[in-house]
């Protein structure tokens, strides 16, 4: 998302517009490839999770387990839990960045210009 406020004299998109950018190869393309990175990371995010609060519930002994003085399993395996986050939120930002923002700011560009304005005005015309 840009941080630059937009001139006011940019064309405001209709909803038909809209729904010509929602049927278009370029968004489907857009859709596509934001989905196949959130949809995998999800479950593993997820499945990190749900496997450690397991633990903690069915395995308290395994996550006693001592590692480095008074610090256990438990407590390294909890403090992962929000590395992973930050890894996640950090690897999701460069991919967004590098992958999902010039498809989207093309469209927008698209959207804002007219140039899509003016493909649905011929196509109802």
């Known amino acids: 998302m840009s941080a630059t406020p937009l001139p006011a004299?940019?064309?405001?998109?209709?909803a038909a517009e809209y729904r010509y950018v929602q049927n278009s190869a370029q968004f489907q393309e857009l859709r596509s490839t934001f989905r196949s990175f959130a949809i995998p990371m999800t479950v593993a995010g997820l499945v990190w999770y749900i496997a450690f609060v397991l633990f903690a519930t069915f395995a308290p002994d395994l996550m006693a387990t001592p590692v480095l003085g008074n610090i256990n399993l438990g407590?390294?395996?909890?403090?992962?839990?929000?590395?992973?986050?930050?890894?996640?939120?950090?690897?999701?930002?460069?991919?967004?960045?590098?992958?999902?923002?010039?498809?989207?700011?093309?469209?927008?560009?698209?959207?804002?210009?007219?140039?899509?304005?003016?493909?649905?005005a011929k196509k109802e015309a």
């Open 9 to 14: 004299d940019r064309h405001k998109p209709q």
């Open 75 to 120: 407590i390294v395996l909890g403090l992962l839990q929000f590395v992973t986050t930050f890894a996640i939120t950090w690897v999701y930002i460069n991919f967004a960045n590098k992958k999902l923002e010039p498809m989207q700011a093309e469209l927008r560009e698209a959207l804002e210009s007219g140039e899509i304005a003016e493909i649905v």
